[in-house]
């Protein structure tokens, strides 16, 4: 079983930065691609980035490329999401979620276990 405890949302206003921290209660961490997903308001769950069990690639999806950047620590069983230029768009739940391979890209589906998520409001 994997625990997934996601932190650092919070309110900031449009242009700011917020990084996102994910904590994960596993031995098998290094193993797994890990991914970020959110949800605002009234809206579907959307993917917005995943990384490999080593780092060395990642994915994002077309709304947050060159603005986020996802990293991990493999030492911490931790994964970031640093979140630059902030836009109201931007406001959802932040969830945490991790999956066996990184071929799960952006299918919720293919994710085995999630976080309880992080409120990230940004205003205008």
């Known amino acids: 079983q994997v625990q997934l405890v996601e932190s650092g949302g919070g309110l900031v206003q449009a242009g700011g930065s917020l990084r996102l921290s994910c904590a994960a209660s596993?031995?098998?961490?290094?193993?797994?691609?890990l991914g970020w997903f959110r949800q605002a308001p009234g809206k579907e769950r959307e993917f917005v980035s995943q990384?490999?069990?080593?780092?060395?690639?990642?994915y994002y999806a077309d709304s947050v490329k060159g603005r986020f950047t996802i990293s991990r620590d493999n030492t911490k069983n931790t994964v970031y999401l640093q979140m630059n230029s902030l836009k109201p768009e931007d406001t959802a739940v932040y969830y945490c979620?991790?999956?066996?391979?990184?071929?799960?890209?952006?299918?919720?589906?293919?994710?085995?276990?999630w976080g309880q998520g992080t409120q990230v409001t940004v205003s205008s």
């Open positions: 990384i490999s069990w080593s780092g060395s690639n990642t």
């Open positions: 979620a991790a999956a066996a391979s990184f071929r799960a890209r952006l299918t919720e589906s293919n994710y085995s276990y």
């Open positions: 596993t031995r098998t961490f290094s193993s797994l691609a």
